[in-house]
């Protein structure tokens, strides 16, 4: 498969900024995350949960691939052919990379509350993952949460992550 860097940048209070830089694909322009977490923003924990579970076709495995994901090409002409292509393949996913946004989202749900109860920023897991079996892959997928947790909460505003898929 082939190579591409993601660097995470972090933003004042829980905001951050996403660049990919990859070898298949128009260049991408980065993006504004959708923050909400001091120690693992969303899309930092879904590389994580991705790259632990060996998902393929989940956000960064397209992306890797060459699709434009939730990102635009960074050249105007080749956004312009994005737009429509987009528009013309929005109900061509196939079953496999349905199944694999799922299962990304559905460990991700899973990882984060486990994770926090463990460091001490939750005192119970949700209902919704109280209720659930808990598959073996949390634990690893927690352990790479420890990685990268402090290392992002301690970094300053314009600091930076950067992770190779």
Known sequence: MPGMRVVFTKGP??????????????????????????????????????????????????????????????????????ARRR??????SSPQAKADMARSEKLAGIALPVWEVQRGHAQELPAYVAREEIPPVIGRIVSRFDEYADRWHTLPVGGSLTLTW
Do not use: M
């Open 87 to 92: 528009k013309s393949k929005r109900a061509q």
């Open 13 to 82: 209070g829980t905001s951050y900024d996403i660049a990919v830089y990859r070898e298949t694909g128009a260049a991408l322009a980065p993006r504004n995350g959708p923050g909400g977490h001091p120690y693992l923003p969303h899309d930092l924990v879904h590389f994580l949960v991705e790259a632990e579970a060996g998902i393929e076709l989940g956000v960064y495995g397209r992306l890797a691939a060459g699709d434009n994901g939730l990102f635009w090409p960074a050249d105007p002409a080749e956004r312009a052919k994005a």
